[in-house]
């Protein structure tokens, strides 16, 4: 949760009030937009309470500035709770709040916007021969080279162990099977450097294109079922 920014300060004519009489040694200016404010007669700001309200002030601002700490902190949490552990991708909970929000932009504003799920074919087989730390490497290169392909305003998540999705927005089912190519091809361009050995990747996909009628969960398992399908004719 989202704490929203902090309200424009009531107090800046008081502020101001007690600024000046501090800088010009005295308790006896008159105040007349503070009187108003505080509902009090201008001789009822006596130098005992002007002292008061100036202590009210500094907690008022010891408060902002505990509020202003406070949403830092919680929008870094927020960050850290959408973001996966391991690659610099969205996790697959935050990925699947934005299928939904891309789903009911499509829908509202008539667009197209595809989805394309990946999976590293034979990772497993990487881990066992080279260890946890090369399958590591191997996720955060894949991540990498993800996003180093899609636009800004794309999504590309991290959805289970090996398994990446991305959105492509305003792109209709022709126009998302030929980028998830260009996508699954920069993936395996290149191997991937696993401490001596030389990691080569492969990827297969499949796409569906956004459907109003359909859930995120939806659209992700048809997804899979299309990138299975293609799986299973290589």
Request: charged share 25%.
């Amino acid at each position: 949760m989202k704490i929203s920014g902090v309200r424009a300060d009531p107090f800046a004519a008081v502020r101001r009030r007690v600024a000046l009489q501090s800088a010009a040694g005295t308790t006896s200016a008159r105040a007349p937009d503070s009187a108003a404010f505080l509902g009090l007669g201008e001789e009822e700001l006596t130098p005992q309470v002007q002292a008061a309200l100036g202590q009210l002030l500094t907690e008022i601002d010891e408060l902002r500035s505990e509020v202003s700490r406070l949403k830092a902190h919680l929008n870094e949490a927020e960050d850290l709770a959408d973001h996966d552990v391991l690659t610099p991708l969205l996790n697959r909970r935050a990925f699947m709040r934005e299928l939904q929000r891309n789903i009911a932009f499509a829908q509202r504003y008539d667009t197209p916007a595809s989805l394309v799920y990946f999976d590293i074919d034979g990772f497993k087989a990487v881990n066992d021969r080279f260890g946890h730390a090369a399958g590591d490497e191997a996720l955060r290169a894949v991540a990498n080279r993800l996003l180093s392909q899609v636009r800004e305003s794309d999504v590309v998540g991290r959805i289970g162990g090996y398994e990446f999705a991305v959105v492509l927005v305003q792109a209709d089912i022709e126009t998302a099977k030929a980028k998830a190519k260009q996508l699954a091809d920069a993936v395996q361009a290149e191997p991937i450097q696993t401490g001596d050995w030389m990691t080569p990747l492969k990827i297969t996909y499949g796409v569906r294109q956004l459907d109003p009628d359909r859930t995120a969960e939806e659209t992700l398992a048809e997804a899979d079922t299309a990138m299975y399908a293609a799986k299973r004719a290589k």
